[in-house]
Structures are given as structure tokens and as C-alpha cells.
């Protein structure tokens, strides 16, 4: 096991006893304590370390100070206070089992080794040494995933008395969450998304600590909020045994496709009819998300909102669109104070945010954290940061990519509307769906017609939905959330928003979180301080705490693919010059057929997992009809990737239509990071008996021959741009740039780089199981690489 611990700060001796005074740890007896040395003040630490007795000296039998005695009977005889004594204990304390866990002897070593920031020195301790030791044991993990601070608070150590309270830059779970207040607003937008004249109300549903102190607000903007229509969904879901169609060339130009925003019209509110600070609805708390349970033990507020065309919302469902976004900006401005709410949909009260203190973040991962990113876009008042994790930033790469119709991993045949679909739960009440369903399904049709899975060009539609067009408006630190093996929203997204950050708003502070996960979270990881890290950045961020925190969390922090729980910082991602390398030593024509027979076309098209297994497996010759093949020499030391690599292809099509795809892949045996995390068999406390979650983290594989690192798709026709559509002449070479998804990969000695061109993606793209062949001018073809040794990129 090791644990990456990178939020905690280094704080002078002065400052750790004050704190250590704040929770607790410096009162009166400990202070008395202090005169008789080392081994007195120790044991008056530990005596109030176990929450669930009035006196902690009964637990000292049950733990050891070394091989030959108890912690009982080190204190009985005297003894000096050592590194390794206390090595010992601390491990115990943090949950580690002597000769299970760790040889007793090697204590110290074995705390080094694990990444625990223990304090060092050697010889025998004074007073201060323990104290100093004490301090950086509360900042420590513990084997479940917990500070032990936060470990103690779990099991009871601090008095709920909704007070704030930090230690070490972070929030402490002070705040009682057994009697949260659970209220309804209904806040007023300024779309009309159902064309009724009317400025639309979404429903809003807040936690929050019962305490007449203002609170900072943690906002989710989820559309999954309220609920799914699932089975709607899957009735919805597109046909993609389909082939592909030959488009009318066509030159366009970006202005052609840029959205400019119509002029709207004068909106009627609602008739406000007095003002109350009471609140008439009440809820139970359904789809929450664990970082923000484990911020409302903290002193936060939690709002959720599902937004227009949802359960108790006006208005209809528009996937990403500028008034869906503008629906969850208004949440923000009425928690600043700066909008109106009302306490129901009929009575024209309207209520004030007085339990707010204006400062909000947005949280959230994919449709969560898009929204969160695009809100962001918008400048609106009142944000102050945003976590943004597994965020679209570009709804066209999401369903869309070079003119292609493409599916996100493992969702083939969903798209803006069968979302739309999904999350327009106006349906689940029978009398509102009764009243909208005709609409409802008029609007579906719209939205068919404008996404336009007939050509797949970008179009005004998908630039609409483009926030990268808008980062200039950014004005709030970001922190943004990626799995490098995330084919859902493909790490592009990151990356690009990652960019235009850098380049258009660099006075923003923007963090970066490179994992090896799918599409997952990363809150509950056992190897990263992840959780941490957050307390330190919304501690300062939205109660102004002053915790280094924007130089203490690095730029970015990336998530080792050949070792199990390591984690390094970084300076920057993607500032790599590429090499262009020749795809072969001896090149010649590749040709390759994009057809199967019958029999293996149903097969695959049920099981595309394992039609990409044997497309990777190049001593299996089931496919090798079906794609070209290019290997790199291997390197003699590890290589990492860094940015995006391209593709650059001569290449032409025996049809007068054609797509092409391709893999970046490791070939090489070894063990590797699986992409879907594993239970560590603990749960842990998001505060005392509150909202507990599974110990999560990725492990090793037993060794594989080969690995995916990126993919691509393109049309032939849309070679120039996605707005663009290019002839294509039957047995005609064109040129063509297919930029892959980028990564961060470090790519092992001796291993091969090997990059796989074929057409159909059985996953991602249409399958029309169309007679065509295409052929490589390997000698007038090559791959861009923006690769380095790794040594000279560490923070």
C-alpha cells in the first residue's frame, strides 16, 4: 500500500500548538503535561484519542510499543520517547496490524514507505518533538482512507455544536448532520424554454446544517436529479447498423456555424405577492454526491437542482443548451442574492437565501460537472470555484468527432436527444406529463432535426453547446477531474478546456487531476488525498481560510500507469514538442477491408469488447483483414506520452465515401492499472455515522500483452473541417491529420508503440458493414509523437 498525501501544510511549531489548542489537543492537562516531558505528554495525548471511553489509558493494553511490551507497560517503565516507539503506536492508531500489516522493527521504515508524513528526527524526544509528531499523526492517513483527525471525528471526537472549525487549512466535520434542514425554492429564471411567455421556475433542494450562521454552498446542477425515464430512453435509442452516406461537398466556412444568440423577448414573472423567510416544501434527499455529503459535516451548504424540463421544473429538456445553462446560473445568482425565488410554483412568496453567505462552488462529474463548466463560462457573480470532474466541454466531441457520428464508450446509438429523453422527468408525474407530452415530443423532433445524425457536421446546434467558445468569460479558479481511460467523455474535453485555460485566462488558477479510471469518481480513493486536497481548496476558496492552498495543490497531479498507488505532480500537460516518426522502417501499401461476413457482423455488433480485443491482438489473424498494423522500435528506457499524438495519413477509399479510425496502443507483457476501481473491503465516514462510502482504488492486473492508450475517428469527407465537407473520389489519395485522444502515458523500456488504422469502431461509430477497401501510402505517411524520459516534467 502507499498513500499519496499532497494537502498537507507545513505549518511552524507556534501555529501547530495553536491549533492543536483549537480541537483540543493543548488544553489545560496537556499544557500541565508538558513540564514532566516526552513520555508525560504522550500519554496525555493518547488518553483522549479514543472518543468511545471517558478514559483512553484502558486502551493501552491492546496496543504494543515494541516486540517485548504494551504500550501500558512502555509507559510503567519509563522509557525514552523514540521515532521508532512512536512509529509503532502511530501505526496502530492509524489502523495498520503489527506482523500483518508490518514487522514491528521496521515500523519507521515502513511508515516512510507507505507515504505517511510522520515526523522524523532521530534519538530520544523532548515535549516539543511529541507535540510536533502529534500534529503531523492528525494529518496522516489512516488505512481506510481518513485523516486521522477526521478518523477520530468519525467515531465521535468533536462536540456536532455547528461551529467551524480547521485544522492543518481544513474544515473539521463539527457540524451535526442528523437534523439537516431540508428545504424547496423555487428560483426564477430568465428562459422561457416551453414558450408559454412565461419566465420558467426550476425547483431547487437544499441541505443544510441547522445554525443561524451563514453558510458557503456547495451547487450540483444535475438533470438526473429528479429521476430517469430509462425505458423511454432505450425505445429512443438510435439504430447504428447504418452505412455510412456520401455528403454533398460543401466549403463552409467557421462564420457559417458560429451560434449567434436570438434576440429574446419580454418575459412575465411571476406576480410577487409578499415575502416570507419560511419555507412551505420539504424533501428527501435522493442522488447526492458524496463529496458534498462530506463537505456538509464541514459547514456547507448543499443545493441541487435538475434544471428546466424536469420533475417539478417548467419548461422543456434541451441538452446542454445556452438556457439550460442559464437556468443553473440563476441559481447562483439567487444564492449570492441577486435573483428571485419563490417558495412554491402558485402563492407568489418569495423567499431570500439569508442563510448564505453568496460564496458558491459547483460540483459535480460528467453531465454534473459539464454543466458546472459551462455555468462557469458564463461569468456569473457569485461563483467563486468550480470541481469539475469528467466534464464534456464540447457536446459535439461528445456525440460527434471529424463529421462522424459517434457514440461515447459503451452507448452506442445515444445522442442529445435519447439524454434528453432520459432526463425529461416531467413524465413521472401522469397530470404534468399529460399537459406537455405533445409538446414534449414536438420539441424531440426539433432537436432530431438540428443535431443531425444524417451528415454529422458541426453545425449552429453543436456550436451553441461549445463552451470552449467561451473560456475568455471564465473568471473563477477551476479544478478539473479526468480518467485517462475515460471513453465516455473522452479526455479531450479536459484537455482542450485545460488549454484554452493556459493560453486565453492565465491569471486563472486551474488545477489538474489525471487518473487511469474510466468514468468514475476519485473522492474515495484510498492512494490520493483527493478529499483533502478539496477541503484545502473550498476551505480557502469559500470561508477564506489562508492555507496556501493555490500553491500548495500542484498544477497538475497525474496517476502513474505502470505502479499501483503512485501519484506524481506535474508542471503542465501537453507542452511537448513532437517527433514525427516513419510508421514502418520498409514502407509500402497497407490496404485493409472494411466489410464482414454475415455470421461475424451480428457478432461482433453484440459484443464489441471482444471485436476490440481481437482488433488489438496482432498474433491473433482473425481481423487482419480488417486493419493496418504499425509497430515503433522499442525504446531502450521509458518514454512518456505527453499531449496528443497525430496521425498523419496518405490513404484513399475504393467507394466514393469513408472513415477511418485508429488506435495508439502499448504492446509489451506486463502488469497494468485496471480502469475500474475495486473495493478495499472499508467504508468511510463523511462525518459521525453520516453518508458513508466504499474505500475505492485501481489496481494491477495480472500481466497483459497490450494496452489501448488512445483512439480516433474521422470522415474522409470532413478532412479539412467538421463544418467542411471535402469530395472524395473513388481510388483517389487524399491527406488527411487524425489527432487522437490526448494522454499523459508512460510507455514502458522495451515495449512498442503500435498504432492500429481500420475503419469501423464496433463501439463508437455507425456499422454499415459497406464493401470498402482503403489503402496506405505508407511512405508518405507518418505519427507525430510528443514524447520525453518523464525526468525533467516533476513539480
Partial sequence: ????????????????????????????????????????????????????????????????????????????????????????????????????????????????????????????????????????????????????????????????????????????????????????????????????????????????????????????????????????????????????????????????????????????????????????????????????????????????????????????????????????????????????????????????????????????????????????????????????????????????????????????????????????????????????????????????????????????????????????????DMILVHGLNDWNVKPRHVYQLWQALQQQNPTIAAKLYLHQGQHVYINNNRSLDFADQMNLWLSHKLYGVDNQAATQLAPVTWQDNTQAETWHTLTNWGNTAPESLPLMPNPHEMHFEDWQIDEDFVKYTKDFRRWRNLMLTIDDDQLDVNRAVYLQEPKNEPMVIDGEVTLHLRIKSSSNVGMVSAMLVDYGLASRLGAVPTNQGGMIDRGTDWAPTPLMELQLTTPTPFKMISIGHMNLQNRTAPWQVDDLVVDEYVEIDLVLQPTYYRLLAEHQLGVVVYSTDFEMTIRGNQDISYTIDSAHSYVQIPWHTGKNDRR
Avoid at 477520530?152 to 473539521?172: D, E, H, I, Q, T
Avoid at 405577492?273 to 447526492?288: L, N
Avoid at 466534464?391 to 442529445?416: C, H, K, T
Fill in 1 to 476: 500500500m502507499k498513500i499519496n498525501q499532497f494537502a498537507v501544510v507545513a505549518t511552524p511549531f507556534e501555529k501547530q500548538l495553536q491549533e492543536l489548542a483549537t480541537i483540543g489537543f493543548y488544553d489545560e492537562t496537556i499544557q500541565n503535561a508538558y513540564s514532566h516531558g516526552a513520555r508525560a505528554i504522550w500519554q496525555a495525548l493518547l488518553q483522549i484519542t479514543f472518543p468511545e471511553v471517558p478514559d483512553g489509558s484502558i486502551k493501552f493494553t491492546d496496543l504494543i510499543a515494541d516486540e517485548h511490551q504494551t504500550l501500558a507497560a512502555f509507559f510503567n517503565s519509563g522509557g525514552p520517547v523514540t521515532e521508532q516507539i512512536f512509529n509503532v503506536v502511530a501505526l496502530q492508531l492509524l489502523g495498520f496490524v503489527p506482523e500483518q500489516d508490518y514487522e514491528v522493527n521496521q515500523a519507521t521504515v515502513v511508515s516512510r514507505h507507505l507515504g505517511l508524513p510522520l515526523y522524523r528526527k532521530a534519538g530520544r524526544w523532548d515535549a516539543d518533538d511529541v507535540l510536533t509528531a502529534w500534529y503531523h499523526l492528525l494529518t496522516s492517513h489512516t488505512k481506510y482512507g481518513l485523516q486521522f483527525i477526521d478518523d477520530l471525528a468519525s467515531r465521535g471526537y468533536f462536540l456536532k455544536n455547528n461551529v467551524p472549525l480547521f485544522f492543518n487549512g481544513k474544515a473539521m466535520a463539527t457540524f451535526d448532520t442528523t437534523n439537516l434542514i431540508k428545504e424547496v425554492v423555487y428560483v426564477e429564471t430568465d428562459v422561457d424554454t416551453d414558450a408559454d411567455g412565461q419566465c420558467d421556475l426550476i425547483r431547487i433542494e437544499i441541505m443544510r446544517p441547522d445554525t443561524r450562521r451563514k453558510l458557503p454552498v456547495l451547487f450540483t446542477a444535475s438533470p438526473y436529479y429528479q429521476g430517469l425515464n430509462e425505458q423511454a430512453n432505450d425505445a429512443k435509442i438510435h439504430d447504428v447498423n447504418v452505412p455510412l452516406i456520401r455528403k454533398e461537398p460543401h466549403r463552409g466556412t467557421e462564420a457559417e456555424v458560429t451560434f449567434v444568440a436570438p434576440e429574446t423577448a419580454l418575459l412575465a414573472t411571476m406576480p410577487i405577492k409578499g415575502v416570507t423567510e419560511q419555507t412551505v416544501e420539504t424533501f428527501k434527499p435522493h442522488s447526492t454526491v458524496d463529496l458534498n455529503n462530506y463537505f456538509l459535516a464541514r459547514g456547507f451548504a448543499v443545493v441541487y437542482a435538475a434544471g428546466v424540463g424536469t420533475r417539478h421544473s417548467d419548461g422543456m429538456q434541451d441538452t446542454g443548451s445556452p438556457a439550460q445553462v442559464a437556468s443553473m446560473a440563476a441559481v447562483i445568482e439567487w444564492l449570492a442574492g441577486n435573483r428571485t425565488a419563490f417558495v412554491d410554483r402558485h402563492s407568489g412568496q418569495t423567499i431570500a437565501a439569508t442563510w448564505s453567505t453568496g460564496r458558491v462552488a459547483m460540483t459535480g462529474k460528467s453531465y454534473l460537472g459539464t454543466l458546472a463548466t459551462a455555468v462557469a463560462s458564463t461569468g456569473v457573480r457569485g461563483l467563486e470555484t468550480v470541481i469539475a470532474e469528467a466534464a464534456i466541454s464540447n457536446w459535439y466531441q461528445y456525440y460527434r468527432d471529424n463529421g462522424l457520428v459517434i457514440a461515447p464508450g459503451g452507448f452506442p446509438g445515444e445522442d442529445m436527444d435519447v439524454l434528453a429523453e432520459l432526463v425529461y422527468s416531467r413524465m413521472q408525474d401522469a397530470g404534468d406529463w399529460l399537459q406537455t407530452k405533445a409538446q414534449w415530443q414536438n420539441y424531440q423532433q426539433q432537436t432530431a432535426q438540428l443535431m443531425d445524425r444524417v451528415t454529422g457536421n458541426y453545425n449552429q446546434y453543436w456550436d451553441a453547446r461549445n463552451y470552449l467558445k467561451q473560456v475568455k468569460n471564465i473568471k473563477v
